[in-house]
């Protein structure tokens, strides 16, 4: 089989192509494709078509359904995601499938046949993309409510509203808890600040997006900023910088 990946993340691509090829020696990836621009002009070009398409939700410059606004997908889709539960209902209503992350290896089997299942079928393909539509519709104003992590060898589930702020530290990005924890995450800030309601939080820093109840002071600081103290971290580089200190205190006003 011929795939396609559309993902921004190089670790999950890299995860995602091993896995296939785990899956079939004799699989053929023709591309790792990073962005919705890079996608469309991927399209635009390619000579070889592939015959199913493995693409992230949210890319590095927007949501990937926009690249069906722009070319015609010539090959059924398999959505990696790392939306909530109630999101990926729209996936399922809809007869499209998706994995969620961090992709599992039986999962990702079961996707595929049931891919094959439905090439056997000879199902209308044209309605498939307009079903993806629909499911794009109720998919990109939803804000994400949950936050899978690993402890362990284990799986939690951490609520949205439990988290406090998101911070990265070493290239890894983090989510701190109401209850003082720290938990790595599979996205890095950029991604998660899309994820993220922004009446919840804001984007301080490069380094932080804090929530109102993150902190417990605010300190008038050189060059018109603000330092921010932060709950259980002594950081002294938490600033919002000068261009952000406006849409800073405006969203803490909403």
């Known amino acids: ?7 921004d993340e190089r670790p999950a691509a890299a995860r995602l192509e091993k896995l296939l090829l785990e899956y079939s020696a004799s699989a053929i990836v023709l591309d790792k494709i990073d962005s919705v621009k890079n996608a469309i002009n991927w399209f635009h070009s390619a000579v070889d078509k592939p015959e199913l398409i493995f693409m992230d939700i949210q890319l590095a410059d927007g949501i990937s359904f926009e690249i069906f606004e722009h070319v015609e997908v010539p090959a059924p889709v398999i959505f990696t995601t790392a939306f909530d539960e109630y999101a990926l209902k729209a996936f399922k209503v809809n007869s499209i499938d998706y994995l969620l992350k961090p992709i599992d290896e039986e999962e990702l089997a079961d996707a595929i046949d049931k891919w094959k299942n439905l090439v056997d079928s000879k199902v209308d393909e044209h ?3 307009d079903q993806i539509s629909s499911a794009m519709n109720m998919l990109t104003n939803k804000h994400k409510s949950r936050f899978i992590v690993k402890v362990g060898e284990h799986i939690k589930s951490i609520a949205t509203g439990d988290i406090l702020y998101f911070f990265s530290r070493d290239k890894a990005s983090y989510c701190h808890t109401r209850e003082g924890k720290n938990y790595i995450l599979d996205h890095p800030l950029e991604k998660l600040e899309g994820m993220l309601d922004p009446q919840m939080f804001f984007r301080i ?3 932080y997006i804090i929530s109102h109840e993150s902190f417990t002071d605010i300190i008038s600081y050189s060059n018109s900023r603000l ?7 002594d950081d002294e580089d938490v600033i919002v910088s000068r261009d ?6 405006v969203w803490l006003d909403t």
């Open 1 to 7: 089989m011929r795939v396609l990946i559309i993902e």
């Open 205 to 207: 820093n490069r380094k």
């Open 244 to 249: 952000r200190v406006n849409d800073f205190k």
């Open 127 to 129: 309605k498939a993309l």
């Open 227 to 233: 330092r921010i103290v932060l709950q259980g971290i």
